[in-house]
């Protein structure tokens, strides 16, 4: 039987409990019977008086208090630090505008997507619904105080820590994929340390995840949750391989590789094609750093060779099956707004989302990074050794073409990689706080500058991608500048490390300088210039003002190498 609420009836038939026909002025059931019709005006709420003169006050403290009375009652360890209702708003603050505005299970990387249903399932008193609190409450007192000091103790952190460590112990709680989450979330909590204290990021949750998902039965309790999680185990391990520049180790490999990939979105595909990517730059790097490439077997440089241009076709076809709507939209000119937004060449791409914008820029720093390999093996093989191990499809095509054609792809890449720019930070200028999530007056460009009738902002209407122009605004303040970091620290690292000379070399004049430019903005818009570890380096800051920003670059990959764009 469906409750269909409050009878809308008059008085008369609610006081007979017969069904009221709701005419007006009178129902015709009262005027066929000849009953006066009570009407459906809402009566007077009738109040009732308590005596509270002082002789009353004082007889209720003379009362002996009864043992209920005088025995404490427990108190949970979050609300110790904060009044629930905060705790709540933090929680409210986090879910809504990092785990879910501008996500969708079409781009998802499989964390954000799946805290929402996890926590509104969890008791307050379980490891994931702490883990996530303790994220929330951090953010949240960061956004609202600008107060970024992850020095200082957070209990929150502290409770969800001790209450995980009772879940892994305990055998039912440590076969729930709730359990697992609660590790990652705590992952995610010490990636925002690192970052925001410049330091090396330690992978001690996330390897706890990893052993929570491997000693699991198959039918784990979530496991529609599990294959979401695994994913982003993935993605983590891809990211972190690269950053170290390690081989992508085999056991994860064949166990991922053990459940089906049938549901895999573009995200999870290219991380697929990371594991290629990472193998391939450690060989390299076994090749060509430390030791002399002419010693170097020329059929290894040829298998190498071989190897990056079937990979670069993989990427090539990934990039054929993306979505239509995902693909960049280039706007000629953004809007003449105070501040300005500053771009690179005038225009600017914009995308669906910032988390679509992301797994684009991830393709591209892929495809930079081998084109680095390319340039490197170009430049370092001598030309005899080349001419047997290139392809002879490739015969007619000399060192000079090749070299020129991987330049001219460096730079496009790089094109598009400053393009997306305007799309993260918009005309912030400073570090926003929470204020700044409703702010109209910054301004991202984005599918609302087209016209309503374009075709393109039509598609975008009726695509699982849809957000309004204030989700937008909220997700790309959120949020925005930490993709944009990750994705500029990326660009740079590649020119600074081994043989990145040659692809800084391939860049056309002004690329490096803008990249390190928004860079700079970047950090400061996430307040890194503020934390202890950047004051306490002077040799950093003289650096920004020459230009130069390697140190804090090294600092920051360190801080996301366990991390993603999210």
């Known amino acids: 039987?469906?409750?269909l609420g409050p009878s809308k009836g008059c008085h008369t038939c609610k006081q007979?409990?017969?069904?009221?026909?709701?005419?007006?002025?009178?129902?015709q059931r009262c005027i066929r019977i000849g009953r006066d019709c009570g009407g459906y005006q809402?009566?007077?709420?009738?109040?009732?008086?308590?005596?509270?003169?002082?002789?009353?006050?004082?007889?209720?403290?003379?009362k002996t208090p009864t043992c209920r009375a005088i025995t404490p009652k427990p108190v949970s360890l979050v609300s110790q630090v904060l009044d629930p209702p905060e705790t709540d708003v933090a929680l409210g603050f986090f879910l809504t505008n990092w785990a879910g505005t501008g996500r969708?299970?079409?781009?998802?990387?499989?964390?954000?997507e799946v805290l929402a249903p996890v926590i509104s399932s969890e008791r307050p008193t379980s490891a994931a619904y702490m883990a996530v609190t303790a994220v929330a409450t951090r953010l949240h007192g960061m956004w609202r105080n600008k107060d970024i000091n992850f020095a200082q103790p957070h209990q929150p952190y502290a409770d969800a820590l001790a209450r995980l460590r009772l879940a892994v112990k305990d055998k039912e709680e440590r076969n729930c994929q709730a359990t697992t989450l609660a590790a990652l979330v705590l992952q995610f909590y010490e990636n925002l340390f690192a970052v925001h204290s410049l330091s090396k990021a330690s992978r001690v949750h996330h390897d706890g995840a990893v052993a929570l998902m491997m000693s699991q039965e198959p039918r784990a309790a979530g496991m529609a949750i599990g294959n979401h999680l695994l994913c982003y185990v993935l993605h983590l391990e891809v990211s972190y391989a690269l950053r170290t520049k390690k081989r992508f180790p085999t056991h994860i490999q064949s166990w991922v590789l053990q459940y089906p990939s049938t549901s895999l979105n573009s995200s999870s595909t290219l991380d697929f094609i990371g594991i290629s990517i990472a193998n391939l730059q450690y060989s390299f790097r076994r090749m060509?750093?430390?030791?002399?490439?002419?010693?170097t077997s020329h059929v290894d440089i040829g298998v190498l060779w071989s190897d990056i241009k079937a990979v670069e076709a993989r990427l090539l076809g990934w990039l054929e099956h993306l979505p239509r709507h995902f693909h960049a939209l280039r706007l000629d000119q953004v809007q003449d707004v105070t501040p300005h937004i500053p771009t690179y060449l005038d225009g600017c791409d914009v995308y669906p989302s910032v988390q679509v914008a992301s797994i684009s820029n991830t393709w591209r720093g892929y495809?930079?990074?081998?084109?680095?390999?390319?340039?490197?093996i170009l430049q370092l093989v001598p030309d005899t050794i080349l001419d047997t191990m290139l392809p002879r499809e490739e015969d007619s095509d000399t060192q000079v073409e090749l070299i020129c054609n991987a330049e001219d792809e460096v730079q496009d890449m790089v094109d598009?990689?400053?393009n997306s720019i305007p799309f993260y930070l918009g005309n912030q200028t400073v570090r926003p706080t929470v204020l700044e999530l409703t702010n109209s007056k910054i301004i991202h460009p984005s599918y609302y500058n087209l016209e309503p009738w374009d075709e393109r902002f039509v598609n975008f209407m009726t695509s699982d991608s849809y957000i309004t122009v204030e989700a937008h605004r909220a997700s790309a303040v959120a949020y925005g500048a930490w993709h944009a970091i990750n994705t500029l620290s990326n660009v740079l690292a590649l020119c600074a490390e081994d043989h990145g000379s040659f692809l800084a070399e391939a860049l056309r004049p002004g690329q490096k300088d803008w990249v390190h430019a928004q860079f700079v903005r970047a950090s400061s818009l996430l307040s890194l210039e503020s934390s202890k570890a950047f004051q306490d380096i002077e040799k950093i800051r003289k650096q920004l003002q020459e230009g130069d920003t390697d140190v804090l670059v090294?600092?920051?990959?360190?801080?996301?190498?366990?991390?993603?764009?999210?």
């Open 42 to 62: 809402t009566k007077p709420v009738k109040l009732k008086f308590k005596v509270q003169t002082t002789d009353t006050r004082q007889k209720s403290r003379k």
């Open 288 to 295: 060509f750093c430390g030791s002399d490439p002419v010693s």
């Open 367 to 376: 495809r930079l990074l081998l084109l680095k390999m390319k340039l490197s």
């Open 16 to 27: 007979r409990r017969v069904k009221c026909d709701e005419g007006k002025p009178a129902c």
């Open 416 to 418: 598009s990689i400053c």
């Open 1 to 3: 039987m469906v409750n």
């Open 104 to 112: 969708s299970l079409s781009s998802a990387r499989g964390f954000f």
């Open 554 to 566: 090294e600092r920051v990959r360190e801080g996301f190498r366990v991390s993603s764009g999210c």
